[in-house]
């Protein structure tokens, strides 16, 4: 079974600067998804970014961006430029290829990020 | 509005009680998901529809837990003789296979029902 950790329950970072949230999966399989979303306190889970494992490129969309390493299984975010609607739980997750037909996301316990203004 | 919607977002009943769920995925997604989030925790799958058709259940799905999709639109979620361990926040999510609205095969989530048991 595929498990996902997020080893840091909450970071905090000074608005403005740069901070990066860990991600580490566990598969047997070569070809999957992974992702980051974002849950806002009392809103719901919006995707913030996610990745193929089978394009060596690392994903970027704006001021988010990923470190994807397939041969260490692991996924961080980095978020530039930090701002006050940043605040949230970052969740990492995992999905099997759409080859296999369930595609049922598997998460990780999530990183509480505190913008400090 | 062309996003999940779920109703009710807020739900509190006693225990035994049963209480039901309406997911309403973004038009033309034909898969349907349902997660159940815990305080702390990140979302668990329970089940999992393509069309109107129920291809997986997790084992978090016990014998109170019914899911529907009828002609592969919307979903319901009932749970029969709640109990408190049953108070979480219900979250559907939809997704295209193939064409469809938004990133293929990258599922969008509703708000939610956060349930109560008293």
């Known amino acids: 079974a595929q498990t996902v950790t997020q080893s840091q329950p909450e970071m905090s970072v000074q608005e403005a600067e740069t901070v990066t949230l860990s991600c580490t999966y566990d598969t047997s399989e070569s070809d999957y998804y992974l992702f980051w979303y974002k849950q806002p306190p009392s809103r719901q889970m919006i995707l913030v970014i996610r990745?193929?494992?089978?394009?060596?490129q690392n994903a970027t969309e704006n001021r988010f961006s990923v470190n994807f390493q397939k041969a260490a299984k692991s996924f961080s975010l980095k978020i530039s430029d930090s701002q006050l609607g940043d605040a949230a739980m970052y969740f990492c997750a995992y999905r099997r290829s759409a080859n296999f037909g369930n595609e049922k996301l598997t998460f990780g316990t999530g990183t509480r990020l505190t913008i400090i203004p | 509005d062309t996003g999940v919607s779920q109703d009710p977002r807020h739900k509190i009943t006693k225990r035994g009680q049963n209480v039901t769920f309406r997911c309403d995925p973004i038009?033309?997604?034909?898969?349907l998901y349902w997660y159940r989030q815990t305080l702390g925790q990140g979302p668990e799958f329970l089940t999992y529809?393509?069309?109107?058709?129920?291809?997986?259940k997790s084992r978090l799905l016990s014998d109170r837990f019914s899911a529907e999709r009828p002609k592969g639109s919307f979903s319901t979620l009932e749970i029969q003789r709640t109990e408190q361990g049953d108070s979480a926040m219900y979250l559907c999510?939809?997704?295209?296979?193939?064409?469809?609205?938004?990133?293929?095969?990258?599922?969008?989530f509703g708000p939610g029902t956060r349930l109560t048991v008293l």
């Open positions: 529809f393509q069309n109107e058709a129920q291809l997986e």
């Open positions: 990745q193929e494992a089978y394009k060596q």
């Open positions: 038009s033309e997604h034909n898969r």
């Open positions: 999510a939809s997704s295209a296979l193939g064409q469809g609205k938004g990133i293929r095969d990258t599922q969008y």
